[in-house]
Each structure stands twice: as structure tokens, then as C-alpha cells.
């Protein structure tokens, strides 16, 4: 019996997938906004290009007018462009800002009356980039670094409701081989961690939680000699 719901973006792939996964074998049921399908019926896809704020007002109104009830909602889904800004493409910033954060405020926004009714737990899934910032990151470190002032916001316009957010800046994460796997954040870590979280005590909200890999790579550099790359 799957009496709960979880919605999430982005959950063809990488940490998406691991989460949606992990959930589904909690027994919930998975509802996922995908813009590329990974066709497994358990994902419970919807299609949806999150660069398009009319398709997802589109989906979110359909959700809200079949009085769906969500338990967890995970923003997951994310567009990393990495290019220094003499270089980067017009279209590459656009999509980037509308994928990683407008469309977040769209979702939020479209989807209140469901919070509201469900009480909903919610997770915005941030990014050492929103603090750590890196040449090539233009795109990404400041899409990234503007969903804490949203969150934060957010969370104090809805916590009255009973609804509970947290915005969570993981390291690296071993979403695609492109090698040092073992240095990673695994996925399925990823929700084991959101699955503790949405189960604390209510009377306890975590607005914000860092999480980086246990074995890092070892720089070659140690003490005050890293300050030359600051």
C-alpha cells in the first residue's frame, strides 16, 4: 500500500533517479517532472521542460485542481553551463537562470495550496557552488548562491502552515563517470539523508544543511599555501 507521495524534478538521472528510487522502495509514490523521459513506469513521469514557466504553471494547476496530495517535494533538477562569461553563450545564462532557480519560484509559487493542504516537506536541492565560487561558474555559483535568499524567504512566508523546507548544499556528488567516484557523495546517500529529515520531529525545521563528501581528494597544497587559490 503507497500512501504517501513524493514529487521531484529531475529524476531521469544522477541524484534525481537515486532519490526517486529510494523513496519508491520506502513505498511511496513517485510523481516526476522530467524534460527528458526515462520511461519507467514505477517514475510516475510528467513531462516537462523546466525552462518554460507555462508548462509547469500548466502541470502545477492540473495537480492542484485533482487535489493531489504530496508528503515530499524534492527540487532536484538543475542545468550546470561551466564557461568563463567572455565565453559563455546567451542562451546557456538564460536557461540556466530559468532552470536553476526561476523555474524553483514557479514551482513553489504554483503548488502553495497543495503545501498547504499536505503539510508538505520540502527540499531544494542547493550546491557547494553557492558558496565556493570557481572560475567558469558564472551560471551556475550564482543560480545557485540566490536559491538561499529564496528559501529563506519562502520559509519564513509558509512555516506557519505547518510546511517545513530545507535548502541542502551538497559537495560532490557522484552523478555522472567522470571519475574519483569513491571521493563522492553517492545519490542514494543523498536520500537517505532527506528521508532522515522530512522524519524528524516536527517541532524542528532545518533551513539549511552543508553536507560534503567524507574522503575528499587530497590537495597538493596544505596549510596557508591554499590561499593562493582563494
Not at 125 to 134: D, I, P, Q
Amino acid at each position: 500500500m503507497r500512501n504517501k507521495t513524493l514529487l521531484i524534478t529531475g529524476s531521469n538521472r544522477g541524484t534525481g533517479y537515486g532519490i526517486a528510487k529510494y523513496f519508491y522502495d520506502k513505498g511511496y509514490t513517485i510523481i516526476s517532472l522530467n524534460k527528458t523521459l526515462k520511461k519507467e513506469a514505477w517514475l510516475g513521469e510528467i513531462e516537462c521542460d523546466l525552462r518554460y514557466p507555462d508548462r509547469i504553471i500548466d502541470i502545477c494547476e492540473v495537480l492542484v485542481e485533482n487535489k493531489i496530495s504530496i508528503d515530499v517535494c524534492v527540487l532536484n533538477a538543475a542545468i550546470r553551463k561551466l564557461s568563463f562569461m567572455e565565453e559563455m553563450a546567451y542562451e546557456d545564462w538564460r536557461n540556466s537562470v530559468a532552470v536553476n532557480y526561476t523555474a524553483i519560484f514557479y514551482l513553489l509559487k504554483s503548488l502553495l495550496p497543495i503545501f498547504k493542504e499536505s503539510k508538505t516537506y520540502i527540499t531544494v536541492m542547493g550546491s557547494h557552488a553557492a558558496s565556493h565560487y570557481f572560475e567558469g561558474g558564472m551560471a551556475y555559483c550564482s543560480t545557485k548562491a540566490a536559491l538561499k535568499a529564496m528559501v529563506e524567504v519562502f520559509i519564513q512566508e509558509t512555516r506557519s502552515y505547518g510546511i517545513r523546507t530545507t535548502l541542502i548544499n551538497a559537495g560532490a556528488i557522484n552523478n555522472r563517470p567522470k571519475g574519483h567516484a569513491n571521493k563522492k557523495i553517492q545519490p542514494e546517500s543523498i536520500a537517505q539523508c532527506i528521508y532522515s529529515i522530512i522524519n524528524s520531529n516536527t517541532d524542528m525545521l532545518l533551513g539549511e544543511l552543508e553536507i560534503r563528501p567524507s574522503q575528499p581528494l587530497q590537495s597538493k597544497d596544505v596549510g596557508i599555501m591554499k590561499l593562493q587559490y582563494v
